[in-house]
């Protein structure tokens, strides 16, 4: 198994606007992406993601409001299958610190690259949301290759 793993740190004194990003439709839109659809604030919700490049439908599987957000992906990529998505947030100094996880690739193959590198990307796209009020969501999003 291969995981991909981020720890980022967020200029806030509010872990709930953090987690409010991770939890509701318009936070989740305001970084990752604009084609958002559903609810993530109750544990067995489905969110679904959409990008130019195609999409996915996640399950909430844990939450512990304002510290973890846990995501199973129910439908999408092949190489996604069985994996498990999780935020951790936890308060330090005059930061949030989020540890991101995606964890149970079956294997490290390319599109795991691709897809690690976009996670930083987006991670920093929900930085900037929290720290200036303006992420980088799909479709506004840096592109890094010829899969976007």
Same mark, same amino acid.
């Given at each position: 198994?291969?995981?991909?793993?981020?720890?980022?740190?967020?200029?806030?004194?509010?872990? =709930?606007?953090?987690?409010?990003?991770?939890?509701?439709? *318009?936070?989740?839109?305001?970084?990752?992406?604009?084609? @958002?659809?559903?609810?993530? &604030?109750?544990?067995?919700?489905?969110?679904?993601?959409?990008?130019?490049?195609?999409?996915?439908?996640? #399950?909430?599987? =844990? !939450?512990?409001?304002?510290? !973890?957000?846990?995501?199973?992906? @129910?439908?999408?990529?092949?190489?996604?299958?069985? @994996?498990? +998505?999780?935020?951790? !947030?936890?308060?330090?100094? *005059?930061? +949030? +610190?989020?540890?991101?996880?995606?964890? &149970?690739?079956?294997?490290?193959?390319?599109? %795991?690259?691709?897809?690690?590198?976009?996670?930083?990307?987006?991670?920093?796209?929900?930085?900037?949301?929290?720290?200036?009020? #303006?992420?980088?969501? =799909?479709? +506004?999003? %840096?592109?890094?290759? &010829?899969? &976007?």
């Amino acid at each position: 198994m291969a995981d991909i793993l981020h720890r980022i740190g967020i200029k806030s004194s509010s872990m =709930d606007d953090v987690y409010q990003a991770l939890t509701t439709r *318009d936070g989740l839109a305001g970084w990752w992406t604009s084609n @958002t659809q559903g609810k993530g &604030n109750q544990v067995g919700d489905i969110i679904r993601f959409r990008f130019g490049a195609g999409g996915f439908d996640m #399950k909430v599987a =844990d !939450l512990n409001p304002p510290s !973890l957000v846990v995501w199973e992906l @129910t439908e999408g990529p092949e190489e996604w299958m069985n @994996t498990t +998505i999780s935020f951790e !947030l936890k308060q330090e100094d *005059d930061y +949030i +610190i989020l540890l991101f996880k995606h964890l &149970n690739w079956k294997e490290p193959v390319e599109f %795991m690259h691709h897809c690690s590198t976009k996670w930083a990307i987006f991670l920093m796209s929900l930085k900037s949301l929290i720290e200036t009020g #303006k992420g980088a969501p =799909d479709p +506004i999003d %840096m592109k890094i290759d &010829n899969w &976007n």
